[in-house]
C-alpha cells in the first residue's frame, strides 16, 4: 500500500502547480484522499479531500477558490490544481488516504492510515 506525491516545485507568487498522487497496492476508488501541508514550525493542515465518488470535495478556507482536487481511480490518481499561489502556500504537500470512502465536514480530523513522502511547493519571487 503506497501513496506518491510529485509535482512540487519552485513558482512565483500569482502562479500555478498541479500536484500529482499515485496510489499502488489497492483499490483507489473505495478510499477517500486528502491532501494536507505543513510548513516549517507550523501545525500540518488539512487543504482539501474528495470521496470516493468524486461527491462534494472539501476545501480548507485558506485554498478555496484557488485550489481544485480531482481524482481519476482508473489511472489510480489524485491531484491538486493549485491556482493564484501565495507566499504562504510554502509548505511540504502530503496526500494521504482515508479509513473511508467519504470526507465529511470534519474529514481533517479522519484517522488517514496512509501517507505519501511529501512534495515540496515553495512560492517566492
Known amino acids: 500500500v503506497q501513496l506518491q506525491a510529485s509535482g512540487g516545485g519552485l513558482v512565483q507568487p500569482g502562479g500555478s502547480l498541479r500536484l500529482s498522487c499515485a496510489a499502488s497496492g489497492f483499490t483507489l476508488g473505495v478510499y477517500a484522499i486528502g491532501w494536507f501541508r505543513q510548513a516549517p514550525g507550523k501545525e500540518r493542515e488539512g487543504v482539501s479531500c474528495i470521496s470516493s465518488s468524486y461527491s462534494m470535495p472539501y476545501y480548507a478556507d485558506s485554498v478555496k477558490g484557488r485550489f481544485t482536487i480531482s481524482r481519476d481511480n482508473a489511472k489510480k490518481m489524485v491531484y491538486l490544481q493549485m491556482n493564484s499561489l501565495k507566499p504562504e502556500d510554502t509548505a511540504v504537500y502530503y496526500c494521504?488516504?482515508?479509513?473511508?470512502?467519504?470526507?465529511?465536514?470534519?474529514?481533517?480530523?479522519?484517522?488517514?492510515?496512509?501517507w505519501g513522502q511529501g512534495t515540496q511547493v515553495t512560492v517566492s519571487s
Open positions: 494521504a488516504r482515508a479509513p473511508s470512502s467519504t470526507c465529511g465536514v470534519y474529514w481533517a480530523r479522519l484517522g488517514f492510515d496512509t
